[in-house]
């Protein structure tokens, strides 16, 4: 062992730092302690013989960050840092009061500062009916695939990420998209942009996707035998911004899209096909015009009864409404403070409400005061950032030092694709939290870029853009100065001016 474990008391391994959880936050925070104690073991434990290992990391901007997201055997991360000892086991319990954790196979480790970052599992609209199918991770992607390929009708629900993306991606598949919102994409962008993107959801092609630079170890002996679609329920780590690349997203029909959806709804109930046969409820066929609706002679699987009175019946449904914090096993005999969110909260140095444990990702509901123009999504990047941030604090503590806020806080920015258009979200993107008192202002040209900002006070507090713009990084920095820009009125946006000219 090196330096830094040693067997406590009942055969119990003592380590200074331990984390759980092997997706990006814990691997992050991991690294970073790693780093900064060389001569301390750091404890890892992970359910999965996976880790999620960032990798071509690149700083865009001072706060926007762009990387890809591999799955490595945690061989590789104890290849690249002797001293972290990966311990493949879920939790069963933790002491915080003893500082313990009770491992799945039977092991205690006691340690002296501890992060949580077990992350979250997919919010599913029903538990355990064999045709909802949660996508969260590789695994669950991978089931999908499976049973797209023999489906001919699929029902999604939710209007995320990885909704958007999902719809986008399938193909020879008819898709019902049921979404409780007025607009697609509600979580990144408003209805403008959600009208800029839709032409691509009906467009007859796909431009071909680019190589995929994810790679994919599968568990020996992990290949799932037969079954209905929601199988498997082990926890894997969430998916990555290109996730459905490489995957081959096709249903039986030979067309590429075919997509109708239900705004301002949700799944009333999802009836299995004798439930429905014996209820004689009649379902819709895929809606082929405004008026055109009928009634469906096919037998299905499974239905979808919506709160708008519609039932869909199809091959599967697909629940990607979002996700809830993986907290289950860490707060039996422990008193953490939960946010409403269900997360554990933490304060501004990543602690949550119990001495030396912190928390970093999707596990933790950031309970601070924060930047008037950032807030908390569950997302990629902040769980880089989070992960990084929580082994920086708990170094400082644990050496009796101080340590101020990490500047990534300062300012909400995101970039991702969707519809194989770049988007950069910053800021109050969607005005969240800023009442009535503000202004949009917007410029768009269809099929090419949609520009849009918020203000308030004459000052820029968010912006969406979409397509190549090029301007993320002087409305990056118009936010973050707060100067006041009421002179410059509509001339903000107008494209024969030179923005960046004023402001560098």
């Not at 329920?233 to 096709?250: C, I, M, Q, T, V």
Request: hydrophobic share 40%; net charge negative; proline share 4%.
């Amino acid at each position: 062992m090196a330096g830094g474990a040693m067997a406590g008391p009942g055969g119990a391994v003592r380590g200074r730092f331990a984390v759980v959880g092997g997706g990006i936050a814990g691997v992050t925070c991991a690294e970073k302690l790693a780093a900064e104690f060389p001569s301390e073991d750091i404890f890892l434990v992970t359910a999965s013989p996976v880790i999620k290992a960032v990798t071509n990391f690149k700083q865009v901007s001072k706060t926007l960050e762009e990387f890809d997201v591999e799955e490595q055997p945690s061989s590789l991360l104890e290849k690249r840092y002797p001293n972290i000892r990966v311990i493949q086991s879920g939790v069963k319990q933790l002491k915080s009061d003893e500082h313990k954790i009770y491992t799945e196979d039977g092991k205690e480790y006691i340690y002296e500062k501890l992060c949580l970052c077990a992350g979250a599992k997919p919010k599913l609209i029903v538990e355990g009916n064999p045709y909802v199918l949660g996508i969260r991770d590789t695994d669950s992607a991978q089931a999908f695939q499976k049973n797209l390929a023999q489906a001919e009708r699929i029902v999604v629900v939710g209007n995320g990420g990885i909704a958007l993306e999902l719809v986008y991606e399938v193909q020879g598949c008819e898709v019902i998209w049921a979404i409780k919102d007025k607009a697609i994409g509600n979580t990144f962008f408003d209805a403008g942009a959600a009208e800029f993107l839709l032409p691509k959801l009906t467009a007859e092609s796909q431009e071909s996707p680019i190589e995929c630079k994810r790679t994919k170890y599968t568990v020996e002996g992990s290949e799932e035998k037969g079954g209905p679609p929601g199988a498997s329920d082990k926890l894997g780590s969430a998916l990555g911004p290109d996730w459905h690349e490489g995957l081959h997203l096709k249903g039986t029909k030979e067309f590429s899209h075919k997509v109708h959806i239900e705004i301002l709804c949700e799944v009333k109930k999802i009836l299995l096909q004798q439930e429905f046969i014996q209820l004689q409820q009649t379902s819709l066929t895929f809606p082929k015009g405004e008026k055109n609706v009928e009634a469906d002679e096919v037998l299905w699987p499974v239905y979808v009864e919506l709160t708008n009175g519609k039932i869909y019946g199809c091959n599967f449904i697909v629940s990607a409404t979002g996700v809830v914090p993986n907290v289950e096993p860490f707060l039996d005999g422990n008193n953490f403070a939960v946010g409403e969110d269900g997360g554990l909260k933490v304060d501004k140095h990543m602690h949550t409400s119990l001495p030396d444990v912190f928390a970093a990702g999707d596990i933790c509901t950031a309970a601070w005061e924060p930047s008037p123009v950032w807030h908390q999504m569950r997302l990629w990047t902040q769980a880089r950032q989070m992960g990084w941030y929580a082994a920086k604090c708990m170094a400082a503590e644990a050496l009796g030092e101080s340590i101020d806020m990490d500047f990534s806080f300062e300012l909400f920015a995101h970039i991702t694709k969707f519809f194989n258009y770049k988007v950069v979200v910053l800021g109050k993107y969607n005005a969240q939290g800023l009442g009535s008192e503000h202004e949009l202002m917007l410029r768009c040209t269809k099929g090419h870029e949609y520009v849009k900002v918020v203000m308030q006070n004459g000052r820029m507090m968010g912006a969406v853009l979409i397509g190549e713009t090029d301007l993320e990084e002087t409305f990056e920095n118009l936010i973050l100065n707060q100067m006041d820009l009421s002179a410059y009125g509509e001339d903000l946006l107008n494209p024969d001016i030179d923005i960046e000219d004023y402001f560098d």
